[in-house]
Nanobody, 123 residues
Framework: QVQLVESGGGLVQPGGSLRLSCAAS????????MSWVRQVPGKGREWVSD????????YYADSVKGRFTISRDNAGNMLYLQMNSLKPEDTAAYFC????????????????WGQGTQVTVSS
């Protein structure tokens, strides 16, 4: 079965960095586009970034553009999100997910989700 397992979250000071990882299994990872999505308790999900199957095209929400970098290792079935210059408003649970529509869009449907990893940006 499809499994997506995130890791790497934690508490970081404003201006700091974190690298999130997502281990994928149960499907041919290299043939699927992937996403990062975040959610703040009490608010809806916010799309963060997409990457196409071979990693040649990436897409970012305006709120993270220039600070976050999505990448993937198809040989190791891993998805990553490097987060730099973190701000308190980046505090959220971060989920990796598998999109099934067009990339770069907030409302693209995603059919599988991980359990999430919490990122807290606070001094």
């Amino acid at each position: 079965q499809v499994q997506l397992v995130e890791s790497g979250g934690g508490l970081v000071q404003p201006g700091g960095s974190l690298r999130l990882s997502c281990a994928a299994s149960g499907f041919t990872f290299a043939t699927y586009d992937m996403s990062w999505v975040r959610q703040v308790p009490g608010k809806g999900r916010e799309w963060v970034s997409d990457i196409n199957s071979d990693g040649t095209n990436t897409y970012y929400a305006d709120s993270v553009k220039g600070r976050f970098t999505i990448s993937r290792d198809n040989a190791g079935n891993m998805l990553y999100l490097q987060m730099n210059s973190l701000k308190p408003e980046d505090t959220a649970a971060y989920f990796c997910a598998r999109p099934v529509g067009f990339l770069g869009l907030e409302n693209t449907r995603r059919d599988y989700w991980g359990q999430g990893t919490q990122v807290t940006v606070s001094s």
